[in-house]
């Protein structure tokens, strides 16, 4: 069954021009949410992973089931001023100001093993901050993993400008990245999984952060 075909396009919203990609109607699906979990699931299972974490807010909604499956925990990460404890953040900018990203400071160790998941890669900017959030706590992102692919807003061009190739399996519109170093510090493809040479992705953190300013990537809006 694919995937595709359960979610929703919605014209002109949240704004006109925009195609909005309502995966509600996924989710109110048993078969093809169990499927997606399932799917996301296998791909992940036998690896050493220590966290999964969730962007708000329907990254929490496939992060959650996905942490189950995997016997791992799961750590939610908020928009600004949202949790109880003491937290630890990342700013990044959008065309008109910032946006800020939290977790919580004990939300992960150093040296975790963690997989990040949203529902849709769009402008790639919100992605790029959670990593950056993580790797500042210390953590090691082992990839990311989603369920939409809006190539039309530049996100996966700009991931695979970070020497990342953005794959959509089995036509079930379920994509991930992996990023790990190659046996000579390339990326490589093993079973549909991608590696990626680690400095190269910190480099593109660093170098592209800027070029992400311009658009709006948790609400899959191009601001340009």
Same mark, same amino acid.
């Given at each position: 069954?694919?995937?595709?075909? !359960?979610? !929703?396009?919605?014209?002109? #919203?949240?704004?006109?021009?925009?195609?909005?990609?309502?995966?509600?109607?996924?989710?109110?699906?048993?078969?093809?949410?169990?499927?997606?979990?399932?799917?996301?699931?296998?791909?992940?299972?036998?690896?050493?992973?220590?966290?999964?974490?969730?962007?708000?807010? =329907?990254?929490?909604? %496939?992060?959650?089931? %996905?942490? #189950?499956?995997?016997?791992?925990?799961?750590?939610?990460? !908020?928009?600004?001023?949202?949790?109880?404890?003491?937290?630890?953040?990342?700013? #990044?900018?959008?065309? #008109?100001?910032?946006?800020?990203?939290?977790?919580?400071?004990?939300?992960?160790?150093?040296?975790?093993?963690?997989? %990040?998941?949203?529902?849709?890669?769009?402008?790639?900017?919100?992605?790029?901050?959670?990593?950056?959030?993580?790797?500042?706590?210390?953590?090691?992102?082992?990839?990311?993993?989603?369920?939409?692919?809006?190539?039309?807003?530049?996100?996966?061009?700009?991931?695979?400008?970070?020497?990342?190739?953005?794959?959509?399996?089995?036509?079930?519109?379920?994509?991930?990245?992996?990023?790990?170093?190659? =046996?000579?510090?390339?990326?490589?493809?093993?079973?549909?999984?991608?590696?990626?040479? =680690?400095?190269?992705?910190?480099?593109? %953190?660093?170098?592209?952060?800027?070029?992400?300013?311009?658009?709006?990537?948790?609400?899959?809006?191009?601001?340009?």
């Amino acid at each position: 069954m694919p995937i595709k075909s !359960r979610i !929703r396009t919605v014209p002109h #919203y949240p704004k006109q021009g925009i195609m909005f990609r309502d995966i509600t109607t996924l989710l109110k699906d048993p078969v093809g949410f169990r499927i997606t979990i399932h799917e996301l699931a296998n791909r992940y299972t036998g690896m050493k992973i220590d966290k999964i974490t969730g962007i708000e807010s =329907r990254g929490f909604i %496939l992060g959650a089931p %996905l942490a #189950y499956l995997l016997g791992v925990g799961f750590v939610p990460i !908020r928009k600004k001023g949202k949790l109880p404890a003491e937290t630890i953040g990342h700013d #990044y900018e959008l065309e #008109y100001g910032t946006d800020r990203i939290e977790m919580h400071t004990d939300a992960v160790s150093k040296g975790d093993k963690v997989l %990040l998941v949203d529902d849709l890669i769009a402008t790639g900017g919100t992605a790029f901050a959670g990593i950056r959030l993580l790797e500042r706590a210390g953590a090691t992102v082992i990839g990311c993993s989603f369920v939409i692919d809006l190539p039309e807003l530049g996100g996966s061009d700009r991931l695979r400008g970070c020497h990342l190739q953005i794959d959509l399996p089995s036509g079930l519109g379920v994509g991930h990245h992996r990023s790990d170093a190659g =046996r000579n510090g390339e990326p490589q493809s093993r079973g549909g999984r991608v590696f990626l040479n =680690r400095h190269a992705h910190r480099e593109c %953190l660093k170098g592209r952060n800027a070029g992400l300013a311009r658009f709006d990537g948790h609400m899959g809006v191009c601001l340009q």
